[in-house]
């Protein structure tokens, strides 16, 4: 997690907003997409419902997207919100509970700008078994150096061309910074997001990221 500062500092502008997301029997909605003013700006649900946003204000409304349905809520000078979902319908209320967890949800779900999700069936349909040549086929924009990724390998997601800085993206596993994505199998995954602007890293996201999320350590 980003201490707070630096969210501040690095595209996470303004207090964080925080929100979880049921069904109508209580059971989290996981992947619901949700967003502000602009659908590049957006935030995903975990397995748990949980999300996060930065720079919503009282008079916004949360645009919600879900098995093709799409909701308005407005949110009415909340500062966190639960939301039960009913096909059509919903139930939304304030959480201060949610309110008092600060920038946890914002600094792993909130995107910026361009992102592409895979997920792990995308990964598993490859037929093979190592994430980053997976990865490779799947993404165009993805540029893979040398044939051992980790031990001298490089990965290039911006087509970013530099004589003395770093060119690669920032590897991301279940939260944690790695150094590369060496030896992780395809089927332990549960989705990927490339991320080509991951400025709610900080400068370390300046040339994007591959944020991994596997089976075990939940999508976050």
Do not use: C
């Amino acid at each position: 997690m980003l201490p707070m500062a630096t969210m501040a500092q690095n595209g996470g502008q303004g207090e964080p907003f925080n929100g979880m997301i049921v069904d109508i029997n209580g059971a989290p909605v996981k992947r619901a997409r949700i967003y502000v003013t602009t659908p590049n700006r957006y935030a995903l649900t975990d397995r748990k419902g949980r999300f996060g946003l930065t720079n919503v204000q009282p008079t916004d409304t949360l645009h919600v997207n879900w098995n093709g349905v799409q909701y308005a809520i407005p949110v009415d000078n909340r500062k966190g919100i639960r939301i039960r979902l009913a096909q059509t319908q919903y139930v939304a209320e304030n959480d201060d509970e949610l309110v008092s967890i600060g920038y946890d949800y914002v600094s792993t779900r909130e995107r910026f700008n361009a992102s592409t999700t895979i997920t792990g069936e995308e990964l598993v349909r490859t037929n093979r078994y190592d994430l980053v040549e997976a990865l490779q086929g799947l993404v165009p924009s993805l540029r893979i150096s040398q044939g051992n990724f980790g031990e001298g390998a490089t990965a290039n997601i911006r087509n970013s061309v530099s004589i003395s800085g770093p060119t690669e993206p920032l590897y991301v596993v279940d939260g944690l910074i790695v150094e590369s994505l060496f030896g992780i199998n395809v089927h332990t995954v549960d989705h990927v997001d490339i991320l080509k602007d991951a400025n709610i890293y900080g400068a370390r996201g300046g040339n994007g990221a591959i944020v991994v999320y596997t089976k075990r350590g939940g999508t976050k």
